[in-house]
């Protein structure tokens, strides 16, 4: 296996002329520290304004990529930390606390609509862009008060029931696809 050799540490460089190792807020350009003692630095004046765009779109697709990259074949669980992500960057949050705003709003918007239909309401009632307005009522201005409305949301006995259900049938789908991928697969068991 060949070992990775670094060439070059990469700092973001802040308003107050700090360094960091990751981007913030703050961030107005980043230097390039090789090993062979040079330094590149670049600001936001140093990139053409025609390719701004794109320097921002990649940066979205890494940090959202980056967000899945440990969800290991889980489709499920991939489009939920994409989505989180989203949300955080919706929100003008960069860097996500340790602790968590409970569970995702995708999966409670359908949980509450799920429950909503079983209620009676139509199931036509629920166009994009209600449920828009429902993922906005579980949104708060702070990460403790998004937390607080997710949880308030899932004390209604309803809602936790449709919550489960969807989050068992998604279980059941993950079990069924590594069922059917190990169908007619003679596998060496006999290290085990």
């Not at 913030?24 to 701004?52: C, S, W, Y």
């Not at 968590?100 to 999966?107: C, F, R």
């Amino acid at each position: 296996m060949a070992t990775k050799v670094s060439v070059a540490k990469r700092l973001y460089v802040n308003k107050d002329e700090t360094e960091t190792r990751h981007a913030t807020p703050q961030t107005v350009g980043m230097r390039f520290e090789f090993t062979n003692n040079l330094n590149l630095v670049i600001g936001a004046d140093g990139i053409h304004k025609d390719v701004r765009n794109a320097c921002m779109w990649h940066g979205v697709n890494q940090k959202v990529g980056d967000g899945f990259a440990g969800a290991k074949g889980d489709a499920d669980a991939a489009y939920e930390s994409a989505n989180s992500i989203a949300e955080r960057l919706a929100e003008g949050i960069w860097v996500q606390t340790r602790e968590s705003a409970g569970p995702s709003t995708g999966l409670l918007v359908e949980a509450i609509v799920r429950a909503k239909i079983a209620g009676g309401e139509a199931k036509t009632n629920f166009t994009d862009e209600r449920k828009a307005a429902i993922a906005g009522k579980l949104k708060g201005e702070t990460p403790e008060a998004t937390k607080t409305a997710r949880a308030g949301a899932l004390a209604n006995p309803a809602i936790a029931a449709a919550f489960e259900q969807i989050k068992a049938e998604r279980q059941a789908a993950k079990a069924k696809a590594a069922a059917d991928a190990a169908k007619g697969e003679t596998a060496d068991l006999s290290a085990f």
